[in-house]
Each structure stands twice: as C-alpha cells, then as structure tokens.
C-alpha cells in the first residue's frame, strides 16, 4: 500500500515542481513525510529517484535520436 501511495504522491510532485519551478519541493515533502512515517518517505524517496531517472534517461535517448536522425538526413541530402 505505502509503494502505491509513495509513487502517485512522487508522481503529482514532480509535476508541480516543474509547474512551480521549485526545486526543493520534493526534499519538502519528504521532510514532512519524515515527520509522520519513514516508510512512507523512503517509499517516496525511491519513487521520485526512479521517476527522476527515467526522465531524465528518456531525454538523453531522445536527444541521440535526434542527432542519429538529422546526421542520416544530412547525408543523404546532397550539398547544394
């Protein structure tokens, strides 16, 4: 119960530190849930680490497809 919980509250967390530009916020709440239930915070701790990674992860590959795929267009197209 406490991983399902942890993951959505990562989830909706992440989504408001970008909306907000908040950097802090996950450290915040992970304080706050410190406060009332460490199972709860390292729940959230490792779902917000993994989403976080994952993320980041996905951009890194999609930048390299990009670049893959516009070097592949640049040579195929002959100098003008």
């Known amino acids: 119960m406490a991983e399902e ?3 959505a509250l990562a989830r909706d967390v992440i989504a408001a530190q970008k909306e907000l ?3 802090e916020l996950v450290n ?6 410190e406060a009332s239930s460490t ?3 390292e729940a959230f701790l490792t ?3 993994v ?3 994952e993320e980041r992860a996905r951009k890194m590959l999609d930048q390299r497809l990009d670049a ?5 267009r640049a040579a195929q197209d002959p100098p003008a």
């Open 5 to 7: 919980l942890a993951e």
């Open 51 to 53: 989403l976080i990674s």
């Open 28 to 33: 915040d709440v992970s304080k706050l849930l």
């Open 39 to 41: 199972t709860m915070q």
């Open 68 to 72: 893959a795929l516009k070097a592949a």
């Open 47 to 49: 779902a917000a680490r």
């Open 21 to 23: 530009g908040d950097e």
